[in-house]
């Protein structure tokens, strides 16, 4: 399996529409924190839909250049149809980019190493194809018990087919920090320093939400087989999870927490 992440179109369009509800504001943080500046030449990694290509598209102009890169050619039909800046957007997997060497300034990583088939391997072909003493940025999501919503929506799902198990904890692997910060060290990057990047979300009709999300993500055909009752349950299950986090407009205030690695190439 060359990806942990792969969706068909339908599921990308979702992806889009409500994953990106969470996933925007960590994709601007990340962005922001780049150091990215006019006439820079930037990779979006594992860019999906590109939500860290539009934030950082912005900063390179004028005179730079924007490129995504994602192995899911239904994420790349609904970037290329959805954002209307200057964007490349290239079908490649994470070990093999179809860039020549010292070709980025930055190359960006937003939630793709923990799914990527052999990480360390990724981080190798990033410093490939890095300038020298070029930056390297990438989250993945906090060690469990750090995101309450994905935490529980994950152990919700492994509950409901067991076989899915090694499949959710992927998303979120144990000691996460440790697991960033050792890889880059292993891949030969240099500067390796890992921090803590948070932001809340607020949604207000949780559990059609909660649903729509869900079938926009690799594990969406296990609910997808789910009758009407049997998806009203999970909702239900899911929002008594998540009642700590409740506001008293009856919506939830949901905080998501992701480990940020920043590293050089060596120059």
């Given at each position: 399996m060359p990806s942990g992440f792969q969706l068909a179109q339908h599921q990308a369009i979702g992806y889009e529409t409500f994953t990106r509800v969470f996933m925007e504001g960590s994709a601007r943080l990340l962005a922001e924190g780049a150091m990215i500046r006019s006439g820079d030449v930037v990779l979006d990694l594992a860019c999906g839909t590109g939500l860290v290509a539009r934030h950082a598209a912005a900063l390179v102009s004028p005179g730079g250049r924007m490129v995504g890169a994602d192995i899911n050619p239904s994420m790349l039909e609904i970037a290329r149809g959805c954002i209307d800046v200057d964007v490349q957007w290239v079908e490649s997997s994470s070990d093999a980019l179809p860039f020549d060497a010292n070709t980025f300034t930055h190359v960006i990583c937003q939630q793709g190493f923990q799914f990527f088939p052999d990480p360390v391997a990724a981080m190798r072909e990033t410093r490939r194809v890095l300038r020298p003493a070029g930056i390297f940025i990438a989250t993945v999501w906090a060690t469990p018990g750090q995101n309450p919503y994905i935490d529980n929506q994950l152990d919700l799902l492994a509950e409901l087919e067991p076989s899915l198990a090694s499949s959710v904890q992927r998303a979120t692997p144990a000691n996460a920090d440790d697991f960033l910060g050792l890889s880059a060290q292993s891949a030969g990057f240099l500067d390796v320093?890992?921090?803590?990047?948070?932001?809340?979300?607020?949604?207000?009709?949780?559990?059609?939400?909660?649903?729509?999300?869900?079938?926009?993500?690799?594990?969406?055909?296990?609910?997808?087989?789910l009758n009407a009752a049997e998806r009203k349950q999970l909702a239900s299950a899911m929002t008594t999870r998540i009642e700590p986090y409740g506001t008293s407009n009856g919506g939830y205030r949901l905080p998501f927490r992701s480990y940020r690695i920043h590293a050089r190439s060596p120059a």
């Open positions: 320093e890992v921090t803590m990047l948070e932001h809340e979300v607020d949604i207000a009709d949780f559990e059609p939400w909660f649903l729509a999300q869900t079938e926009g993500t690799p594990w969406g055909p296990t609910l997808a087989a």
